[in-house]
């Protein structure tokens, strides 16, 4: 079996040596920071129904946290004294968070560690890759919210990169990542592939249904029609439904598809800023693999994330 393992996952600490990134210098952590943490950088191949190519696990935080409350980010978390290091605490952390088997992953190497000014915190990335992925999921909803595994070419796709533009004069890379609708196209992917013969049954129903009784179906459409003229609400609903399926109108299908589109960068599941953005940005940069973008296309922070920064106890907000 070939591994599917990408060749530049083992180059990147040699990059790093040979091009170092302003961001670890800009920010390399003093001799003895108050706090250190690691996060796990998990690639893996989404090779299952409904998934093609790389990924990597992101979480998001949970909305009530006192500190990064929302925030999209690596499993990860403090290097705790029972710790072996950074890896040990990174691989912790992910078994904690979103029950990865520590057994299941090839630790690859170990990026220079990036301090955090506000929380005092020295941040060591792991880089790794899932040899054998599993299900994972949320442990504790109290710290997490939603555990997602990001297709890498929708990270890598321009259309859904974007400067972030923040309170206090932030800016920073930010990434957009519709992961409910990838979710939904691989249900659907798999209970098409689990059921092909209820499927089948299904449409052969349907067929024989509307050939028997041509009656029933023209009395079917009426009460249709009727209904979405005393319902304004369900006409749309039903019409952008038709012109998504209608294949007989291919113009009016590619116009509702790219419309869907557009609503998924626009609008995304998770919206990825900040330090994990940033974290990205830069493996990505490393990796030789990210393409370019259009670094002036700014977004401010969502609403619920903005509320999320205002309520951090290490913030000293003021209204502008």
């Known amino acids: 079996m070939t591994d599917p393992r990408p060749a530049w ?11 170092r990134p302003d961001w670890f210098t800009d920010f390399e952590p003093p001799p ?7 996060v796990l950088i998990l690639f893996g191949d989404a090779d299952r129904p409904g998934r093609t190519g790389l990924d990597v696990v992101l979480t998001e935080r949970a909305p009530n946290l006192r500190t990064h409350a929302a925030q999209v980010a690596f499993p990860g978390g403090h290097v705790d004294p029972e710790d072996d290091g950074p890896v040990d605490a990174a691989l912790r952390e992910a078994a904690e968070e979103v029950g990865l088997r520590p057994d299941t992953v090839d630790v690859v190497d ?8 506000p929380s005092g915190t020295a941040v060591t990335p792991v880089l790794a890759w899932w040899r ?14 939603r555990v997602v595994r990001a297709p890498l070419d929708e990270l890598l796709d321009p259309a859904h990169r974007f400067t972030v533009v923040g309170p206090r004069g932030y800016r920073g890379p930010g990434f957009a990542v519709s992961e409910r609708r990838t979710e939904a196209s691989s249900r659907a992917a798999v209970s098409a592939t689990d059921n092909p013969e209820r499927r089948t049954e299904a449409s052969s129903r349907a067929a024989v249904s509307a050939t028997d009784n041509p009656e029933r179906r023209t009395e079917a459409s009426s009460r249709a029609a009727v209904s979405a003229t005393d319902n304004p609400e369900r006409r749309t609903e039903a019409s952008s439904r038709a012109a998504v399926s209608a294949t007989e109108n291919p ?3 590619t116009e509702a598809s790219s419309r869907a589109a557009v609503s998924a960068t626009e609008n995304p599941d998770l919206f990825v800023w900040g330090f994990t953005a940033k974290l990205l940005d830069v ?7 990210a ?9 401010a922070l969502p609403d619920h994330l903005l509320e999320a920064y205002r309520r951090d106890p290490r913030v000293r907000w003021t209204r502008d």
Not at 134 to 145: C, K, L, Q, S, T
Not at 283 to 289: P, Q, S, T
């Open 9 to 19: 996952l083992g180059g990147l600490r040699a990059a790093v040596e040979t091009h």
């Open 32 to 38: 003895r920071p108050p706090r250190r943490s690691a």
């Open 110 to 117: 170990v990026l220079p560690s990036v301090f955090l000014g």
């Open 132 to 145: 054998e992925p599993h299900p994972i999921g949320v442990v504790d909803p109290r710290e997490v919210a």
């Open 251 to 253: 113009e009016r299908r």
């Open 283 to 289: 493996v990505l940069d490393l990796a030789g693999i």
């Open 291 to 299: 393409l370019a973008w259009d670094d002036t296309a700014e977004r």
